[in-house]
């Protein structure tokens, strides 16, 4: 083949990855017109929005279930539509089906040339045959920044059984220049074994006074006792941790620790140590654990004593899991639920292919995902199988 032949297959790809990725983020941007005018439509069937009180309130909301819909830029995935007791049924899928090549082109033009409230205008007034007027829109444009600072302020409950804390970043345009923004978020597990997200906000997991923000806010909303912190090895969000939950027992993620292990083993030798460290963490429990501990320590202590080191320090708190509830150690060694959380944001947020335009959006966006996220609830013991073993707890 010749230069020319290369050169000519280059274009043709790269034309076809540029088509793609317009196809992706006018189908995302489909997808987030349809669901603001849902719940517009939602709202006004109900009388009231999400957890407000209002005596002009008709209906209650009833969850949401989730259908594909057939569009000109192609399938959208899991919609999702609203629910109420009293039957709500929307009207917006019919008159999508006979108006949907105009709400295609609405959505495009939105879309190049930035959303606006204007441009929502526009795609409202192609659904519904009428123009809305400028509080309509100012509504819609502002429903879910609305609901976001309405989920910040709200109540949570006084005691959870686990606690997760970890931070990751995104990337954020700052003066013309995409940073890494960095993302703190704690996930909780009540007593009754639901799972939610209490708080996320701005703050670098090497930053005390972030952590210190961030706990204390959840304190002021309500939470006056979490029996286990699960998260990494930070001393800035321990110390703000210990500060505010001193009562509380603390995890320290056994995937984490294992890594750093094993940063300090050669890559050849490996493949011997790794079962023998992982064996440490799923013991039937924690007086065998002990003993594989000792164990592994005097087979290892001579030819990696720097690894072996790593090991020891903050063991305690990798093996303060085996205290609880034997069902619950799967969930509560590692940090993975933050990690899941913050995987299944990044995956939707990259479908974007570009930097946030500020810290706000960055934080919608976040708040968006996890508000249709749908969490497994942990099956817990009877009260009496519950508590911890505090003989272990408090060894030293």
């Known amino acids: 083949m010749t230069t020319r032949d290369n050169s000519i297959q280059e274009i043709i790809s790269s034309q076809d990855a540029f088509e793609r990725l317009v196809k992706e983020r006018l189908q995302y941007a489909v997808r987030i ?22 005596q002009s309130r008709r209906d209650q909301r ?108 995104f990337t954020v345009i700052y003066n013309g220049q995409g940073c890494k923004m960095p993302i703190l978020a704690a996930v909780g597990i009540r007593t009754s074994g639901e799972r939610e997200v209490l708080a996320f906000r701005i703050g670098d997991r090497e930053n005390q006074h972030a952590w210190e923000d961030l706990f204390e806010d959840l304190k002021q909303r309500g939470i006056e006792q979490v029996d286990l912190w699960i998260s990494d090895g930070h001393q800035a969000m321990i110390k703000a941790m210990t500060s505010h939950f001193a009562t509380s027992q603390r995890q320290r993620c056994v995937m984490h620790k294992m890594e750093n292990v094993l940063g300090y083993v050669p890559s050849k030798q490996r493949e011997q140590v790794e079962p023998e460290l992982k064996a440490l963490f799923s013991q039937p429990g924690r007086q065998q654990a002990d003993q594989a501990v000792a164990a592994f320590i005097e087979k290892y202590q001579k030819a990696y004593p720097t690894a072996v080191e790593c090991l020891q320090r903050d063991l305690e708190s990798c093996l303060t899991f085996y205290a609880f509830p034997r069902e ?38 976040f708040y968006a995902v996890i508000r249709s996220l749908t969490f497994h609830k942990l099956t817990m013991p009877p009260a009496s199988q519950a508590q911890p073993d505090l003989a272990f707890l408090h060894r030293t």
């Open 328 to 365: 619950h150690w799967k969930c509560i060694r590692t940090n993975n639920v933050s990690e899941r959380l913050f995987g299944e944001v990044k995956r939707r947020s990259h479908k974007m292919a570009a930097a946030f335009r500020n810290e706000g959006s960055c934080l919608l966006l």
């Open 33 to 54: 017109a349809l669901i603001e005018v849902l719940e517009e439509e939602v709202t006004a069937f109900i009388g009231a929005k999400p957890y407000e009180r209002s």
């Open 62 to 169: 009833n969850g949401q279930y989730t259908r594909h819909l057939d569009t000109t830029v192609g399938e959208i995935p899991d919609l999702p539509v609203p629910r109420t007791r009293g039957g709500y049924h929307t009207q917006l899928f019919e008159l999508y089906h006979r108006r949907r090549d105009e709400l295609d082109g609405a959505i495009e033009e939105m879309f190049i040339k930035g959303v606006s409230m204007a441009k929502v205008g526009e795609v409202i007034e192609t659904l519904t045959g009428s123009h809305p007027s400028a509080s309509t829109v100012s509504r819609v444009f502002h429903t879910l920044e609305e609901e976001y600072e309405q989920w910040k302020a709200r109540p949570l409950a006084q005691h959870y059984a686990y606690g997760f804390v970890d931070g990751t970043y």
